[in-house]
């Protein structure tokens, strides 16, 4: 329901979230089906189909029950604003743009989640989760700035003659323009069901693996404190850094601004003491392998009570 050049960055960002929100989940249906196969541990989870992980495919069903099809809408409605511009209107769309669309959301939502489900099973949930602050970044990166510098303005302006209009009018009647027009209304509309939908998803997956044997047990903070920490982190950081990107590369050029700013995005993100991993560490997502899970489970738990 977004502008297509920034639709498969969403659509990555969202499956990635969705697959560290149900972290928990996915680490003990991981041990669990290990466990009833028989089979070697080592090889089970590589014989088990991951369709039948309901997680995937109720995140996939999101992407093309509510992602793909609000977009192809406003892309009817509205394909200037769809296409950044692109094209003016649906002459200048390609037949085929639709279809790749549809399928592209579809695609990117699912690497997205598979490579978030990956690093959560083998422990390293924080690269999972700067895997969600990729996609996000992108996304927000590409509304900010775009291609040429003027993503912003190409998000808030309904057609190529409002998109004109930036250079003749001022900021405030140009912004004020697309917030009463019907293109406007309609993103209200959609994205009261599809945001909605979304952090609804997210809040209760997150909240439904504390709930798991163990589950919160690096949970270091109140759980509707840890639900802001977690949003904050996960859509507040990629747009800050969206903008810190946009101001270095329009006042030091491409390559040394983004040299810069990769530089702060680097101290803050990626030393085992930073403000982010810490904060990282509050929310009480998994940080081990999925088989550690195996001390979590109550049969497990019961038997070395026992002994």
């Known amino acids: 329901m977004i502008g297509l050049p920034a639709a498969l960055f969403w659509a990555y960002g969202i499956g990635s979230t969705f697959a560290l929100a149900a972290a928990r989940q996915l680490q003990f249906l991981e041990r669990r089906a290990a466990d009833r196969t028989g089979l070697p541990r080592l090889l089970a989870p590589r014989l088990i ?18 992602l793909a099809p609000t977009g192809l809408f406003l892309m009817w409605q509205n394909p200037s604003w769809s296409t950044m511009h692109i094209a003016d209107g649906h002459r200048g769309v390609w037949a085929g743009l ?6 592209g959301v579809v695609t990117a939502t699912l690497l997205g989640f ?3 489900q ?5 422990g390293a949930g924080y690269w999972a989760y700067l895997n969600c602050v990729a996609g996000h970044f992108l996304l927000f990166g590409t509304l900010v700035h775009g291609w040429d510098g003027q993503g912003y303005r190409r998000f808030l302006s309904t057609d190529g003659a409002a998109l004109r209009a930036w250079s003749e009018d001022s900021v405030i009647n140009c912004v004020l323009r697309f917030l009463t027009s019907g293109t406007f209304l309609t993103l209200l509309v959609l994205g009261a069901a599809v945001i909605g939908t979304l952090l609804l998803t997210e809040i209760g997956w997150l909240a439904e693996g504390w709930l798991l044997p163990g589950g919160a047990q690096d949970l270091k903070v109140p759980r509707f404190l840890a639900v802001a920490i977690a949003g ?3 859509y507040g950081l990629p747009l800050l850094g969206a903008l810190l990107a946009s101001t270095l590369v329009r006042f030091l050029g491409y390559p040394v601004g983004l040299a810069v700013f990769a530089a702060i995005a680097g101290g803050l993100l990626l030393p085992r003491r930073s403000p982010v991993r810490w904060l990282y560490g509050l929310v009480g997502l998994p940080k081990g392998h999925w088989r550690a899970t195996a001390d979590l489970l109550p049969e497990n738990r019961a038997t070395a009570a026992r002994s």
């Open 114 to 116: 598979l490579l978030a």
């Open 98 to 103: 639709p279809l790749l669309y549809a399928g």
């Open 49 to 66: 189909s991951r369709a039948a992980n309901p997680y995937l495919c109720l995140t996939l069903l999101y992407a093309a029950v509510l």
């Open 232 to 234: 904050a982190g996960l």
């Open 118 to 122: 990956a690093l959560c099973l083998v």
